[in-house]
């Protein structure tokens, strides 16, 4: 059974980092986009970005683009999302997700396995 568990959410101060990290199971090939969703309180679910795990390439959402970085270490079947410069409307349920194709990867209905989401809090 493919399986996506997200940890690393957290309070952090505005200006601050915090990684996000995912640990994928059940997965039998490598060919697959696996990202990262944002839902904000009140807000529709957002992608941020996904990466390919058979090479690497990475895509960003322009929200994101230039604070945070994605990167996967397959070894491990782990992704990871570093995200820095911190805004308070960064605040949300961060969820990691998996895709066959791009760019459905960014998008909800292109999803085909969803993680249960942690929280980020950005505040003073």
């Known amino acids: 059974q493919q399986q996506l568990v997200e940890s690393g959410g957290g309070l952090v101060q505005p200006g601050g980092s915090l990684r996000l990290s995912c640990a994928a199971s059940?997965?039998?090939?490598?060919?697959?986009?696996i990202g990262w969703f944002r839902q904000a309180p009140g807000k529709e679910r957002e992608g941020l970005s996904c990466?390919?795990?058979?090479?690497?390439?990475?895509n960003y959402g322009d929200s994101v683009k230039g604070r945070f970085t994605i990167s996967r270490d397959n070894a491990k079947k782990m992704v990871y999302l570093q995200m820095n410069s911190l805004k308070p409307e960064d605040t949300g349920i961060y969820y990691c997700?998996?895709?066959?194709?791009?760019?459905?990867?960014?998008?909800?209905?292109?999803?085909?396995?969803w993680g249960k989401g942690t929280s980020v809090t950005v505040s003073s």
């Open positions: 997700a998996a895709s066959r194709m791009f760019p459905l990867c960014l998008v909800t209905g292109g999803v085909n396995v």
């Open positions: 059940g997965f039998i090939d490598n060919y697959w986009y």
């Open positions: 990466i390919s795990i058979i090479n690497g390439v990475a």
